[in-house]
C-alpha cells in the first residue's frame, strides 16, 4: 500500500469515528433533555402531590356562630303549645332559639330573628310539630339499631316543600342529637357547603368546609369524622339533589326532601340499599291556630295563608 493510500485511509477512518463521536454526542444531549424535562414533571408533580392535601384540608375552618348555635338549640326554651285532647295532631313543641345563625339558612335565621325582636319575641321559633317529634324518635331507634349492625343506613324524611323538613324538623333532630353530645354533620347542598359538630369536653365545636366532588372520597377531615356514630343530615338543593354525597359514608344518614327529582336522585344514588321512609304532612288547621298564637298574628290571616298555600308553614313565618 502506497502512502496516499494509507494516508486517504486514515481519513476516512477518522471522518467515520467523528461522525460516530457527534452522532453519540447527538444522543447524549437529547437523552439529558428528556432527562431534564421528566425532572421537571417530577417536581411538578411533587409539588402538586404536596399542596393538594393541604389545599383540600385548607377549607376547613372553625364556624364560631355554629358554636354558638349548638349551644343555643340545647338551651333553647321549650314549651308545649295546643291541646291534645282537641286536635290528635297537637301539642306542638315550640322552641325558643336565641340565635340569629342557623347552617343552610344564615339569610332566614337573620331575618326571622330580627322580625321575632320587633314581636318582643327572645328568639327564633321552632316549631316541632307531633309528627316531626315521632319521627325524630324513630330515627334514633333506627339509629340505636344501625349501631348495633341490625338496621337500615339511610332514612329520607318527605313531604310537601314548605312544611318544615329543612327548618323544623332538622333543628328538633339535631338538637336531641346535641343533648346526647353526639357529632353530627349538616351538608347544605344549596351552600356547597358541610358542618361538622363534635362534642368537646363540655360544649360543642363547629368547623365547616366547602363540599367539592372529591370531599367525601379523599378528604382526611372527614374520614377522621365518619364513622357508624356520626350522625349525616343532607338537605338537598333543587336540580342538584344530594350533590357530592357518597354512599360509602358510614354515617347515619338522613335526607330532607320533597316527593320529586331531588328525591329521585337520592334513591337512585343508594340503590337498592335498606333505607326506610318518613312522610311528613301538611299542616293541619289547628296547627295553624296554634302557629298565629304563637308568633302573635291573627288566625284568621294565617286560614286565609293555609288555603293560598296549601299548608305551607314556610309562608306563615315569614
Known sequence: MTVEKFEEEMRKAEARIGAQIRTVDAQIAETQKIVQAKEAELKEFTKKSEAAPQAREAELTQCLPGVAYAKALVEAKEMKAGDSTMSPFLPIVVLTVCTRFIPGFKKFARQEADLMAKKGVGGILIFGRKCFVQVVGHLFELRENYIGGLGCQYCIISGQSGVGKSLACSQ???????????????????????????????????????????????SRMWKSFDDNLAHLIIDPAQGKGPGFFDKEVEAFVVYLTSPNMECKDFLREIRDLHHKRFFVPTLDIDEIKVVAAQLKEDPKLFLERYARTGGQIRDFIH
Open 172 to 218: 328538633v333532630y339535631m338538637r336531641e342529637a346535641f343533648k346526647r353530645r353526639e357529632k353530627l354533620a349538616f351538608y347544605s347542598v344549596g351552600e356547597k357547603r358541610i358542618y361538622l359538630f363534635w362534642a368537646k369536653d363540655t360544649k360543642y365545636t363547629c368547623q365547616q368546609a366547602k363540599v367539592t366532588s372529591e370531599f367525601f372520597d379523599t
